[in-house]
Nanobody, 110 residues
Framework: VQLVESGGGLVQPGGSLRLSCAAP????????MYWYRRAPGKEREWVAV???????DYHGSVKGRFTVSRDNGKKVTSLEMNNLQPEDTAIYFC?????WGQGIQVNVSS
């Protein structure tokens, strides 16, 4: 079972990125999908969740800027990140059913 993340990179403050996480080998639709991040020198923190019923919740620091979505047919979850700030710089991970992606780097810098 493998999760494959994509879409990271370098962006200037105020910019946007869209992360995707594909889960081709997972029975996707009954499970909640999670996004986490680990900033340099900090512990991993939860960022967002989307449930099987498409309910969403966000860490307070990203609420209003990040949007999580899912496509059960394609077995993909996405994290749309807007108005990115330097403090959003981190390795971002998706997770589902105890399986973690390899992580993808997001750098926000001018």
């Amino acid at each position: 079972v493998q999760l494959v993340e994509s879409g990271g990179g370098l962006v200037q403050p105020g910019g946007s990125l869209r992360l995707s996480c594909a889960a081709p080998g997972i029975n996707f639709s009954p499970l909640a999908m999670y996004w986490y991040r680990r900033a340099p020198g900090k512990e991993r923190e939860w960022v967002a969740v989307i449930t099987r019923d498409f309910d969403t919740d966000y860490h307070g620091s990203v609420k209003g800027r990040f949007t999580v979505s899912r496509d059960n047919g394609k077995k993909v979850t996405s994290l749309e990140m807007n108005n990115l700030q330097p403090e959003d710089t981190a390795i971002y991970f998706c997770a589902v059913g105890g399986t973690w992606g390899q992580g993808i780097q997001v750098n926000v810098s001018s």
